[in-house]
């Protein structure tokens, strides 16, 4: 068997810094600044608003437990391709 | 270049007010008294806001499991 690389996959120090789009399990969506985060994917987001109603957080962190994904380069809303 | 990271900046909020935004539509504001590795947290003079309704609770425990954001030194607005 192959012993896989204890390296994490996902490489968020290159993402510091700029703006992400978090979504979370649950349904919630933020956006913000990424300025920290850890092995546990728990994450110090700032300048955070909360989408779809722009609501302001300011300082967050987020659990890296309940998040689903994120978007790195923004996301743009488009027409259901699949009616 | 000190970046902080989300458990160090969890642990400068002990002892002040924090808002804490649960994974389905509660909200909770508290004093932050204590945390652990699984974010359980311990908070007083708590105020939660379920679906429109606030609730005054005076110390709670409140499960990591479920909470999705923690912004310190906020209030629910």
């Known amino acids: ?83 | 270049m000190t970046t902080i990271l989300p458990l160090g900046l969890l642990d400068k909020a002990i002892s002040s007010r924090v808002w804490i935004l649960m994974k389905d539509d509660r909200e909770f504001e508290g004093t932050l008294r204590g945390f652990d590795d699984f974010f359980n947290m311990v908070l007083e003079n708590v105020i939660e806001l379920d679906n429109g309704k606030k609730n005054k609770l005076e110390q709670i425990l409140l499960n990591g499991t479920q909470i999705c954001l923690i912004v310190p030194g906020g209030e629910i607005s």
Request: aromatic letters at 4%.
């Open chain 1, 1 to 83: 068997m192959n012993q896989l690389p204890k390296e994490s996959i996902i490489k968020l120090q290159s993402h510091i810094n700029k703006e992400i789009v978090i979504q979370f399990q649950g349904g919630r969506q933020v956006k913000g600044i990424l300025l920290s985060f850890d092995i546990q994917l728990n994450l110090v987001l700032d300048e955070v608003r909360e989408l779809p109603s722009q609501r302001i957080l300011g300082l967050v962190i987020c659990r890296g437990a309940l998040i689903n994904s994120f978007a790195i380069d923004g996301m743009v809303e488009i027409e259901n391709p699949y009616i």
